[in-house]
Each structure stands twice: as C-alpha cells, then as structure tokens.
C-alpha cells in the first residue's frame, strides 16, 4: 500500500512514506510492478464479495490492478521457460558389442 484515501475528503497522503517499494525493488533486483492506495473502498468490496474492479470498473483504483496485471502478465510472458523437467529422459544404449 503506498497511500492512504481519505474516506471524508478523497485526500491522498503518504502515511509511510515515500519511494520503499522503489527502494526495494533496487534493493533486490526486481521491477515494482506498480503501487495500490489503503481505500476502505477496497477492504468493503472485498469483504462483500464485490472487488473494486467489478463495482467500479472505471475508477482509479481499478485502473491501478489492471496496469498491475499488465505488467504481470507482460514480465511473465517474456521469462524464458524451461521444459527440462517436463519430458521423461529417454535413454536408448546401443548394445551391439554384446552379440
């Protein structure tokens, strides 16, 4: 969580300051995939079973998840990948010398 949204007023503030998750993802050498706001918002929706995206699918902090889950998706999409573990080994031994 970066931000807090004021419920009364729709203030932005940092309340924990700012730039960790950027700090941190220098720190271990990894991409902040992006950043969501502490909204009572969020919490509501989820604890009622309707998330953010689904009853407010043009606000802000839908926009936000969705960059997110681009960027996600995007990263995960240009990993190498590696089938080495996904075939049996197949060993075929040429037994000719025996006969």
Avoid at 73 to 87: G, H, R
């Amino acid at each position: 969580m970066s931000t807090h949204i004021c419920s009364q007023c729709g203030h932005e503030e940092h309340i924990f300051g700012s730039g960790g998750g950027d700090q941190m993802a220098k720190q271990y050498d990894v991409d902040l995939l992006g950043s969501l706001p502490l909204d009572i918002r969020i919490r509501e929706g989820v604890d009622n079973g309707k998330p953010t995206v689904a009853i407010e699918p043009d606000s802000e902090i839908t926009m936000n998840y969705r960059d997110i889950a681009r960027r996600t998706a995007a990263k995960l999409a240009i990993q190498s990948k590696d089938y080495t573990n996904k075939f049996p080994k197949i060993v075929i031994e040429n037994n000719l010398n025996e006969r």
